[in-house]
């Protein structure tokens, strides 16, 4: 079983920005991707952004521009700057690391919200 430690959720005014972090073990090599999903309540879970261990990235359309995904290969972390949020961007975040099958962690709420 991998862990996976989430971290940087919480509630930001709409156009505030936040980063997320998830951070996975040390001693695992040959991570495939790493990415973040989100689930707002009564919708299904949907990819957000993932980066590659080749360095591509796929971006959801409704964050491309706002949001920006990127990976420290050396801290096995990755990390979701999210900026210009807006309301419908209220979800559970999850982290997903792919290796030779997908882990995830147990999720971090962003609200946001006047």
């Known amino acids: 079983q991998v862990q996976l430690v989430e971290s940087g959720g919480g509630l930001v005014q709409p156009g505030g920005s936040l980063r997320l972090s998830c951070a996975a073990p040390?001693?695992?090599?040959?991570?495939?991707?790493m990415g973040w999903y989100r689930q707002a309540p009564g919708k299904q879970r949907e990819l957000v952004a993932e980066?590659?261990?080749?360095?591509?990235?796929t971006y959801t359309d409704s964050v491309k521009g706002r949001f920006i995904i990127s990976r420290d290969s050396a801290k096995n972390t990755v990390y979701l700057r999210m900026n210009s949020l807006k309301p419908e961007d209220t979800a559970v975040y999850y982290c997903r690391v792919v290796l030779n099958t997908a882990y995830w962690g147990r999720g971090t709420q962003v609200t946001v919200s006047s």
């Open positions: 980066v590659t261990n080749r360095g591509t990235t």
């Open positions: 040390g001693s695992i090599f040959s991570i495939n991707a």
